[in-house]
């Protein structure tokens, strides 16, 4: 079974330039996560869909951070315009809801942003 | 959810156990103790996670002491490719309809395993 795939695997950027991230879940999944992951700090969760609703987004900034997942399966996340505080790593992560709590979140290999 | 404290870094040879600690001492009852761990360029891979009963499966072996505010991770006969970033994580249980709430990650354990 494939894991969860993201693309690109690096991306270099100019500030004040727009990038987009994407994400396709494991089949089946219905919740996904998106998390970025600035150097040497865990995971920080940006938004969690459930299907395709976004339930928890409030540690998106959303004056420049934008999410999407329109069928509720794979998933867009965009910045624009980028900042320079931006370079990180963007996770992507899916788990099923059928063992609830218990759920194993699936995390993808993530996107390494750098932004000049 | 619970603050979690881990050392920075620890290093093991090879075949070794490694143990890693992990302090919850505000941990409440409700609240689970999970394990993951990040091998370089690599997305965080789920270990395994308990309530307060030892718990072993085919990675490793979670011991949670009585009080339940410590934690020890194990990895039996660790190998180079055990080497990776380790991060103890409390959850909550409860509060959502969905459960599928976030983790929240530390700074973790950087284990290095030594040839």
């Known amino acids: 079974e494939a894991g969860v795939v993201q693309s690109p695997r690096y991306k270099i950027i100019e500030k004040k330039q727009p990038v987009a991230f994407w994400c396709n879940p494991i089949?089946?999944?219905?919740?996904l996560y998106w998390y970025r992951q600035n150097l040497g700090q865990g995971p920080e969760l940006l938004i969690r869909y459930e299907n395709e609703e976004a339930v928890d987004d409030s540690q998106l900034p959303k004056d420049r951070f934008s999410a999407e997942r329109l069928k509720g399966v794979d998933s867009t996340l965009k910045i624009q315009p980028a900042e320079l505080g931006d370079s990180a790593v963007y996770l992507c992560?899916?788990?099923?809801?059928?063992?609830?709590?218990?759920?194993?979140?699936?995390f993808g290999p993530g996107t390494r942003l750098t932004v000049l | 959810d619970a603050k979690t404290t881990q050392p920075t870094s620890m290093d093991c040879a090879e075949g070794r156990a490694a143990n890693l600690p992990c302090n919850h001492s505000t941990i409440s009852g409700n609240e689970y103790v999970y394990w993951y761990r990040q091998i370089h360029s690599q997305g965080p891979q789920y270990i395994i996670h308990?309530?307060?009963n030892n718990e072993t499966n085919e990675m490793a072996s979670l011991i949670i002491t009585e009080d339940r505010k410590s934690s020890t991770l194990i990895l039996p006969h660790a190998t180079l490719r055990d080497t990776a970033v380790y991060y103890c994580?409390?959850?909550?249980?409860?509060?959502?309809?969905?459960?599928?709430?976030?983790?929240?990650f530390g700074t973790g354990t950087r284990l290095t395993i030594i040839p």
């Open positions: 308990g309530l307060k």
């Open positions: 089949s089946g999944h219905n919740t």
């Open positions: 992560a899916s788990t099923s809801s059928e063992r609830g709590f218990f759920s194993e979140q699936f």
């Open positions: 994580i409390v959850r909550v249980r409860g509060g959502s309809n969905f459960g599928n709430e976030k983790l929240t």
